[in-house]
């Protein structure tokens, strides 16, 4: 965490990244980093998983990140392939957003 020239406290995309993990892990959710490095898949996300048999990926951001045009590709593809990717630019919309998945397994919806 930081603050900006106001004093006011901002979120970095670690801080989000360690929040989202420590859920993840609280959850008992495997999951795992996927480094980035020579000769790494451009746009990979930061970590891929397994819920119930169901893959998803996560890619974390800063509030005002965006996602790179290598990120959108990667994303796209995996989607077509029936995974999950979370872009995580807070805790508590990914949180919203996981809960919103797990509800559709447990329902039989995926």
Aim: hydrophobic share 35%; proline share 2%.
């Amino acid at each position: 965490m930081k603050f900006n020239k106001r004093g006011q406290l901002v979120l970095t995309e670690k801080d989000t990244r360690k929040q989202c993990c420590s859920y993840l892990k609280a959850l008992g959710v495997y999951w795992w980093w996927n480094l980035q490095g020579l000769g790494a898949y451009k746009g990979i996300p930061d970590i891929e998983g397994r819920y119930k048999g169901y893959s998803f990926w996560v890619e974390f951001k800063a509030p005002k990140g965006r996602v790179s045009e290598h990120q959108e590709k990667f994303i796209q593809r995996v989607k077509e392939h029936g995974d999950q990717v979370f872009v995580a630019f807070s805790f508590e919309v990914f949180r919203m957003e996981w809960e919103s998945w797990v509800k559709q397994i447990k329902a039989g919806r995926l």
